[in-house]
């Protein structure tokens, strides 16, 4: 475990790099994070839930919040029906509807159980739009992403064992070939 640990401290700081650089995270604005701790043992999703695993996608993602200024957000399992945790202040500012459940290992998820032990003041709420958003281990993070949302190719495709895929999201585009755009 210490050397997975290890290797995933450094997949995830070239991971924080990737995003920091894109240009694609703004201050105020959500992050989804979508993650199967067993996945990234090399363990089926839902089978091998690690905390340890789990506290170090966190510290790592909370750097991310404060070089960047977004909000994080944690979806739970389907459980839970992917529901998110997210600090009160963020479930006010977006006019979120909580509901009431607390995430464990078993129904939620080590990820959305550790995150809500660990956020200052966290809350549960059933669905949210997200700006951009990392999907760890094939959890399926897009019902919690804005529309449109676009995939990011970046070089760090795996953490640990699991698979993955970003996304950030843009304004739809409406109006025909007539239509103008602000350039991207």
């Known amino acids: 475990m210490f050397e997975l640990l290890k290797q995933m401290k450094l997949e995830l700081s070239n991971m924080q790099t990737e995003w920091e650089k894109s240009g694609f995270l703004h201050q105020g604005e959500l992050f989804v994070v979508g993650c199967s ?4 043992a090399g363990q089926q999703i839902g089978t091998s839930g690690s905390e340890e695993i789990a506290e170090v996608i966190f510290e790592q993602l909370t750097e991310l919040q404060i070089k960047t200024g977004i909000h994080l957000s944690f979806q739970c399992c389907e459980h839970l029906n992917r529901a998110i945790v997210v600090e009160r202040k963020v479930m006010q500012q977006y006019k979120l509807e909580e509901v009431s459940v607390i995430p464990t ?17 966290p809350v549960i709420v059933e669905c949210i739009s997200a700006h951009a958003g990392i999907d760890i281990g094939e959890t399926m993070i897009g019902m919690h992403l804005k529309s449109v949302a676009v995939p ?33």
């Open 105 to 121: 290992r078993q129904a939620g998820g080590s990820m959305a159980s550790y995150a809500y032990k660990h956020l200052k003041d």
């Open 37 to 40: 701790t067993s996945e990234v």
């Open 152 to 184: 990011i190719r970046f070089q760090q495709r795996f953490l640990g064992n699991a698979r993955v895929v970003a996304a950030y999201t843009r304004p739809k585009r409406i109006g025909g070939h007539r239509a103008v755009y602000a350039s991207s």
